[in-house]
């Protein structure tokens, strides 16, 4: 699910953006003393490259059934001059603590290719987050016998979710999130109740998309025919159709992701400002996370902001990354967002994060499949 958080360094858009994991030759560890149920609890965690192995939440959570995020890539190939459109779901499922993905194709790919693709992605780099708790590292991920290591499920009561990114040292303070979901029932709803209203004759704005991301909208909007005839569709969601969608996702610190593919040459942090973004309009700032110097884009108060076109900058051992970062906030409120033409822009929705059940899965994927003779 794009979904959780997004580490942009990754250069896979699908779920596994930013999660490393552990390499072949990591020896088991454990971790600090840490609530793992939600009601006050300590326990100490075994982390064994990356995988918590006596971790259990209390209670249910939502993840006690497979619940799937709708996802998409757009894939060069060398027989034809477009791109080729790939449709799929993200499948998370939980053991104990654990977050796994596998992978529902949908259209113009296959569980196998997009498995490939991840492992391939992963070769790639060796990350780090970065935090007020501290530096974390992220390896080579490897798959296991439940699917692709997703996230840790710090916490759950009920719809209220907090999760952390994987990482070697199994912390659940990296990278975490906390989620408010609200839970809909679609049974009897039509397919086009889960779209935009003006999905067909306009351009809808990215926060319009409560159920999926946008792009699925725009990939759909492509051939107008068969968008026109599946909007049209009298079937309904049968009953037992859920939708999870978030109310609220907190980061509760702010979050730097680098990777040793991301070393420039700049020679200080001052260095790469001017560099990098000294004739822009963007401001910026050097403090300290952890220890580390870090460079961010701010606003005119001298307050971290978020900016699409400015990226942070680390210092470490003598060599400065180019990172990312997320902002410490509510990425869905219209206060988190960047400055664009003098307004504080927020594009990001709710539609990227819902989590759909079997049921409702199962239905929107047939819907498409009965109305699109290919999406290209």
């Avoid at 190939?77 to 993200?90: E, H």
């Avoid at 909007?221 to 026109?228: C, P, Q, R, S, V």
């Avoid at 307004?343 to 109305?371: A, H, P």
């Amino acid at each position: 699910m794009k979904k959780f958080t997004t580490l942009a360094f990754s250069i896979s858009i699908t779920v596994l953006s930013g999660c490393g994991g552990g390499s072949g030759d990591s020896t088991s560890s454990t971790t600090p003393s840490t609530s793992n149920s939600g009601s006050g609890e300590s326990t100490t965690l075994t982390c064994d490259r990356g995988i918590l192995l006596n971790s259990q939440i209390t209670g249910t959570t939502i993840f006690d059934e497979p619940l799937y995020n709708f996802d998409y890539e757009y894939k060069s190939s060398v027989n034809t001059p477009n791109y080729v459109t790939q449709l799929y779901a993200d499948v998370i499922q939980r053991n104990g603590q654990m977050l796994y993905v596998n992978y529902a194709p949908i259209y113009n790919v296959s569980a196998e290719e997009l498995d490939k693709s991840t492992a391939e992605n992963e070769e790639i780099y060796e990350g780090y987050i970065l935090n007020s708790q501290g530096l974390y590292t992220q390896k080579k991920l490897q798959k296991q016998s439940n699917g692709w290591p997703y996230y840790y499920l710090s916490s759950s009561q009920g719809l209220q979710v907090s999760t952390g990114l994987f990482n070697d040292e199994c912390s659940l303070n990296a990278g975490k999130q906390n989620f408010n979901f609200e839970k809909i029932d679609l049974s009897g709803k039509t397919i086009s109740d889960i779209f935009p209203t003006n999905l067909l004759t306009g351009y809808p704005k990215t926060q319009d998309y409560i159920y999926l991301h946008n792009q699925i909208g725009m990939i759909l909007k492509g051939n107008k025919d068969a968008l026109a005839a599946l909007l049209s569709s009298t079937a309904t969601f049968p009953a037992g159709s859920y939708v999870y969608i978030p109310k609220s996702i907190v980061n509760d610190d702010y979050q730097f992701y680098f990777s040793e593919s991301t070393v420039t040459n700049a020679t200080s942090l001052n260095d790469w400002i001017q560099k990098y973004y000294g004739q822009s309009d963007y401001t910026y700032k050097i403090g300290k996370v952890s220890n580390l110097d870090v460079a961010y884009s701010v606003d005119t108060n001298g307050n971290p902001l978020y900016e699409a076109g400015a990226d942070p900058a680390i210092s470490k051992d003598g060599k400065i990354y180019d990172g990312e970062w997320d902002v410490k906030g509510d990425i869905l409120s219209p206060e988190y967002g960047m400055i664009l033409n003098g307004q504080l822009v927020n594009y990001e929705s709710k539609g990227s994060y819902t989590l759909f059940n079997k049921s409702s899965f199962e239905f929107i994927t047939q819907q498409i499949k009965n109305n699109y003779p290919s999406i290209n």
